[in-house]
């Protein structure tokens, strides 16, 4: 059974994102999939985002050092076969309760500078994006850290980019949003 992660990280309730989760976790379930959704903004956290102290690197395990939700989150994320970010676009990024899950997977990598390699269990994995924007511009910028990283992590990408969305709930009165989330559902399925 596909184990798929969902990190929602918008820091409204029932808004645009929240919205598209509900609209996706729909879709996924008409299948055989796990899905756990973790909302970011509701989570503990000792440390805000990755602090750089690279206690990580000098252990074998993969995962942060910094005992609070995120080394849950991790450890999920080390579970799971698919992993999609939800965020609303924010000044051309995602949004930053989203990007404290997301520096947090420097403690995934393990780099070795002896022999120039890397080692992440995220190796095989799919990560997927989904994200809104008001308007109609800014999602592919928000959308190309993610590629980046899936690139860089031998990992597979899909990506799902709603511009014109409106403010948070306006997503419902989007014509085919809920069909293209349905859509991106089943080619997430499939991949
Ligand atoms: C801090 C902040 C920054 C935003 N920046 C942008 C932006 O650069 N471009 C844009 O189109 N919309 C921007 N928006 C609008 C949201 O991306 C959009 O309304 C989104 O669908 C809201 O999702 P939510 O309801 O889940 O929070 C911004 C909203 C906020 C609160």
């Given amino acids: 059974m596909k184990k798929i992660l969902i990190i929602s990280g918008s820091p409204k309730t029932d808004g645009n994102t929240d919205i598209a989760v509900k609209w996706l976790t729909d879709a996924i379930s008409k299948s055989r999939a796990h899905i756990e959704i973790i909302k970011t903004s509701k989570l503990n956290?000792?440390?805000?985002?990755?602090?750089?102290?690279?206690?990580?690197?000098?252990?074998?395990?993969?995962?942060?050092?910094?005992?609070?939700?995120?080394?849950?989150?991790?450890?999920?994320?080390?579970?799971?076969?698919?992993?999609?970010?939800?965020?609303?676009?924010?000044?051309?990024?995602?949004?930053?309760?989203?990007?404290?899950?997301?520096?947090?997977?420097?403690?995934?990598?393990?780099?070795?500078?002896?022999?120039?390699?890397?080692?992440?269990?995220?190796?095989?994995?799919?990560?997927?994006?989904?994200?809104?924007?008001?308007?109609?511009?800014?999602?592919?910028?928000?959308?190309?850290p993610f590629k980046l990283t899936a690139e860089y992590s031998n990992m597979k990408f899909l990506s799902l980019l709603i511009k014109n969305a409106g403010v948070s709930g306006q997503i419902k009165k989007l014509e085919d949003a809920e069909e293209k989330i349905a859509s991106f559902a089943f080619n997430l399925l499939s991949f």
């Avoid at 995962?63 to 076969?81: E, M, P, R, S, Y």
């Avoid at 051309?92 to 989203?98: I, L, V």
């Avoid at 022999?115 to 308007?135: D, S």
């Fill in 45 to 144: 956290y000792k440390s805000l985002g990755c602090i750089s102290c690279r206690a990580c690197q000098s252990r074998q395990e993969y995962g942060c050092v910094i005992k609070d939700d995120v080394q849950d989150v991790l450890k999920k994320t080390i579970d799971a076969d698919t992993i999609i970010f939800a965020t609303p676009l924010y000044f051309f990024g995602c949004s930053a309760q989203t990007k404290l899950i997301f520096d947090k997977w420097f403690s995934l990598y393990k780099w070795d500078n002896t022999t120039n390699t890397m080692k992440t269990p995220l190796q095989g994995k799919t990560l997927a994006v989904i994200a809104t924007a008001y308007e109609d511009i800014g999602l592919d910028a928000l959308e190309k």
